[in-house]
């Protein structure tokens, strides 16, 4: 979908998977597209609905734990657009993990026992819980890879204060305890995810999007323990896959490396799964809508003014 322009728009940014664009200075309408990125590189085809899947699961979270703190949506006129606050972002991704999977595994397999400063306890297996939840951070980088960072050095660098550190870490630990309980009632594991913040008038405001399979890993629980004690891989929903099958074909990102070729039945593999997340997370049926440009125009304008009226 090519460019919108909408009423009293100051900026545009296009990132790896989302459009955003700022209204007033104060407002961003954000665009979630089909577009597909691992290993921080977007990959050359979009997948179908998944900005759909990744739009309506965020705002389905984002408002299951909207006691936690606060979050910048207000709105989402269109399937794959949420309109909401702007924030000023902090420069950190704070990752929470409850198992030992994917990055953490694969520092873990490589012999090391600490990551961003947390000490990893001995004899652990692939996908194993941690004896508690721990957060690994990542800067934010505005190109490239995101770089792991400890606490230690969030503070000494001054990225935040102690006292916004301290925020960040309840409201992180919070949302996973929250989105580890969605899932449980869902027969699945939420097995590690991120979470970005920003601040309006000083206050900590959790951002983007949260327990979307972009941000998150999730196991189904039915048999988790008898697939851990046999050593047999674990079942899972996340774009894990995806990076799984982008390894296996020699490529992580690095330079030098091309993508692999993705067949029109890998990519509807891949929307697949995506929408079975969608329905295993939230519950509900997966309805695909495609709207045109100008019909999803023409929603986002109408809450745009609606929400100049009442605020």
């Not at 090519?2 to 007033?24: A, E, L």
């Not at 301290?166 to 949302?175: D, P, S, W």
């Not at 970005?196 to 399979?213: A, N, Q, R, W």
């Not at 939230?282 to 605020?311: M, Y």
Request: hydrophobic content about 35%; overall charge negative; charged content about 25%.
């Amino acid at each position: 979908m090519s460019r919108f322009q909408f009423p009293n728009q100051t900026n545009y940014y296009s990132g790896k998977v989302r459009d955003v664009y700022y209204i007033k200075d104060n407002w961003l309408v954000m665009v979630a597209s089909d577009r597909i990125s691992a290993f921080d590189v977007i990959l050359p085809y979009p997948i179908p609905f998944k900005g759909q899947v990744l739009n309506q699961i965020a705002a389905y979270m984002l408002k299951s734990t909207s006691d936690i703190c606060p979050n910048w949506l207000v709105d989402t006129p269109a399937p794959n657009v949420s309109i909401g606050k702007k924030c000023d972002p902090i420069k950190l991704e704070m990752v929470v993990r409850g198992n030992l999977v994917g990055h953490a595994w694969r520092t873990y397999n490589s012999g090391r026992r600490e990551l961003c400063g947390v000490t990893l306890p001995d004899g652990l297996h692939e996908n194993d819980f941690f004896p508690e939840p721990i957060i690994t951070p990542a800067t934010k980088a505005e190109a490239g890879h995101d770089e792991d960072i400890s606490e230690e050095e969030i503070l000494n660098q001054k990225i935040v204060s102690r006292a916004d550190w301290e925020i960040l870490k309840t409201y992180t630990l919070a949302l996973f305890q929250r989105g580890k309980e969605i899932a449980a009632k869902q027969g699945l594991i939420l097995a590690d995810t991120k979470y970005e913040f920003g601040k309006i008038d000083g206050v900590i405001y959790l951002m983007d999007e949260i327990h979307t399979p972009d941000s998150s890993r999730y196991f189904y629980a039915e048999g988790f323990e008898e697939r851990q004690k046999s050593k047999e891989k674990q079942k899972q929903l996340s774009k894990e896959f995806v990076r799984e099958w982008l390894i296996a074909n020699n490529f992580m990102g690095k330079e030098g490396q091309t993508v692999p070729e993705m067949t029109q039945e890998w990519i509807k593999t891949i929307s697949e799964r995506y929408i079975e997340l969608y329905e295993k997370v939230t519950g509900s049926k997966f309805v695909p809508q495609s709207l045109s440009k100008d019909e999803t125009f023409d929603l986002v304008v109408a809450s745009l003014n609606k929400l100049a009226i009442t605020n």
